[in-house]
């Protein structure tokens, strides 16, 4: 399949040319496509996530998918902008495994002298328990939305933060990534404040759970059932 591609203002710049035709190999969801396009265009990468998508001439929502013969325009954030934070996050929960470069990309700012990172990674074992593998499970549409409440709260009662987070649902592995988080800020004591009370928040109130499952196949969900395990 072959898309278009134009590029405007800013990211026509980065991307070194005005419009292109490109080969894809099948259908990409938005975030797919963002992905694919950072490895594209190197120079976009650390923007693509303050950046918004057009699909024939309509904005691409959240949903939407980039097929064959489509014109894909890449725009930046307009000049009149109100700047608000809630309109450049990245928080979201994906199926996918998770990129720790769109984390760190998205908190990137001149202002910053550190970037605090948090990675969740699935062990082997809970609570003096061995454990075998996680399932992860949310009610998606809600998830995303507190996620990104929970973010953008963050940066709008702390001037000069940015946060970023990913979570991911599924069937998990041990030593798989399952959360990650980071935080951005003027020195590094902030950052490292704040992408604690990031995950801490997170863990909190978004609707995620995660069921447990042993080497011997039984399984628990976890804060819901009873371990009875011996």
């Known amino acids: 399949m072959t898309v278009r591609i134009a590029y405007f203002a800013a990211a026509r710049e980065l991307a070194d040319c005005a419009a292109e035709e490109v080969p894809l ?43 064959d013969g489509d014109e894909v325009a890449v725009m930046p954030p307009v000049a009149g902008g109100s700047g608000d934070p809630a309109r450049e996050v990245l928080a979201e929960i ?16 001149p202002g910053a002298g550190g970037i605090a990172v948090f990675l969740g990674v699935v062990r082997d074992h809970h609570q003096g328990k061995p ?36 979570h991911r649902v599924g069937s998990l592995s041990l030593g798989d990534t399952a959360v990650v988080v980071a935080a951005s800020a003027a020195h590094r004591d902030q950052a490292f404040a704040v992408c604690r009370e990031a ?14 499952w042993s080497p011997d196949g039984s399984a628990l969900w976890v804060n819901l059932e009873a371990d009875e395990r011996t």
């Open 25 to 67: 190999q099948h259908s990409l969801d938005v975030e797919q496509f963002k992905t694919w396009l950072g490895e594209h265009k190197p120079r976009l990468r650390p923007y693509l996530s303050r950046m918004r998508l057009a699909i024939n001439d309509e904005f691409a929502s959240a949903d939407a998918r980039v097929v």
């Open 94 to 109: 994906r199926e996918r495994p998770l990129s720790l470069d769109d984390v760190v990309d998205a908190v990137r700012d």
């Open 131 to 166: 454990v075998a593998r996680l399932d992860y499970e949310a009610f998606v549409a809600l998830a995303n939305k507190e996620l990104r409440r929970v973010v953008c709260d963050l940066m709008e009662t702390r001037p000069g933060v940015r946060v970023a987070a990913l």
């Open 199 to 212: 995950i801490d928040r997170i863990k909190a109130s978004v609707p995620i759970w995660k069921k447990e």
